[in-house]
């Protein structure tokens, strides 16, 4: 499966982002879909991660409440909203798609090429 995310920016403390990854070559709704983050100098960290059907949703402790995972399988899609942003969520964002569930980046086998959110304080 090939996985393009878009929607990222510049937004100022405090606003709101959704990012997009959209799927082609197979269908998302036999995958696992993953949020993941990477602020310059830092490792790949785990954002969000959300199950086949939707029924199931994971979230880092630094986004939880904040942050929202949503796939509509239909379109062949998932989402990221992104509310109360903070400078720390600085980083490029990747979607990845897993056939398994789990929150760690082994477990994720397809990965989108990234998208950049930029908040500023």
């Known amino acids: 499966v090939q996985l393009q995310a878009s929607g990222g920016g510049l937004v100022q403390t405090g606003g709101s982002l959704r990012l997009s990854c959209a799927a082609s070559?197979?269908?998302?709704?036999?995958?696992?879909m993953g949020w993941f983050r990477q602020a310059p100098g830092k490792e790949r960290e785990f954002v969000a991660a959300?199950?086949?059907?939707?029924?199931?949703?994971f979230y880092a402790a630094s986004v939880e409440g904040r942050f929202t995972v949503s796939r509509d399988n239909a379109k062949n899609t998932v989402y990221l909203q992104m509310n109360s942003l903070k400078p720390e969520d600085t980083a490029v964002y990747y979607c990845?798609?897993?056939?398994?569930?789990?929150?760690?980046?082994?477990?994720?086998?397809?990965w989108g090429q990234g998208t950049l959110v930029t908040v500023s304080s």
């Open positions: 990845a798609a897993a056939p398994t569930v789990g929150v760690v980046v082994k477990n994720f086998d397809s």
């Open positions: 070559g197979q269908a998302i709704s036999v995958y696992h």
């Open positions: 959300i199950g086949r059907s939707g029924g199931m949703t």
